[in-house]
């Protein structure tokens, strides 16, 4: 009964570490659905400003494969964890790990931008397929594009340059960006001023602190002497809580605004402080679809706790494999078929209906809401099935 066939692999070349070309036999159909576990990296920030996302990134990633029965295209699954601890200097190393030692079939990875960087350089040289479930540096997506790296989350660009159309629309006029000094915070700032100078805006300079320090006051000091009519921010995790508490506590009258991670999954913990914030995102509170309440519901059975845009965002990353490996009944090695389903994958997210843009990133309406009462209510939508440009990007 056990069919072979014999096929050349890259993957296989780069994991022995040979130089040379290798012919291996690969079991296919029914055989496949009965070989061994397929190996799925998990490079996460599991320490850190960061940890809450990386773990709820991984619960909705193992309640995806609980609905499945344990397994992904006919096979099951088993996880190797690394905690990345957001730390880009690690990075490479970390990556390089997964890849080359545990030899891990798929990476999904990671929540930093500079952290991506690292995994970015490895993957692309490996050809491992790499999904990435929160970081936003647009490089992965434009210029540095990889046909085996997708994204099952966003880039730093599009939530901000949503937020920057919202605040055009409402007639604010002269702005500052506040945010940590590395690329999630420049990105996005980035599209903060373009949609908002389109709208007739004006920028001042951005004020920056190192990542992921916390010493606010020396910019918030700064605030009321600027001429500024509202403030727009890019801070997530623990630093967005006491972002948004030191801004209320500062008593600065002039609104705060962001990229919807400020107050994404710590309204509880920045409280009062947070109340009527105005941020864009691709999720939201009550967002009304069936996927979403089951979602929302069965991440709160598993977590304890309620879902966000990083569990989203983690449960999509797995969706997306599961509908690759799907089509190929388990066999990562059909790189051609893998791929093809993947670029085509159209998923029903608790977000609404997402698709790939060429570039490999999610194509998504980026809604306004308003922090009220501890939700992030969605209010409208700032902008609707927002791509990347995905500039640069030259995969057709
Ligand atoms: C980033 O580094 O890309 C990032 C981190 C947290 C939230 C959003 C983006």
Redesign the pocket.
Known sequence: MRATKLVVSRRGVMKGGSALAVATAVPTGWAIAQAKPLKVGLMLPYSGT?AK?GENITFAIELLLAEKGGKLGGREVQFVKVDDESKPELAPQNADRLVKRDQVDVLIGT????V?MGIHKVVSESGTLTIVP????VAVTRELCAKNVFRSSFT?WQPAYGMGVAAAKKGYKKSVWVTWD???GAESGQGFKEAFEKGGGQMLPNLTLPFPQTNFQPLLAQIPGLGVDVVGSFF??GGAVQFVKEYAAAGIKVPLVGSG?LTEGVLGAQGAAAEGIETALHYGDGLDNPKNAAFRKAFKDKAGRDADVYAVQGYDAAQLLAVGLEAVKGNIEDEANLYKALRAAKIESPRGPISMSASQNVTQHIYLRKAQGGENKVVGIAVENLADPGTGCKLA
């Open positions: 960061y996302l929540v930093h931008s500079g991506q929160n970081a936003g540096n730093n590395y690329a999630a997530a995790g991670f």
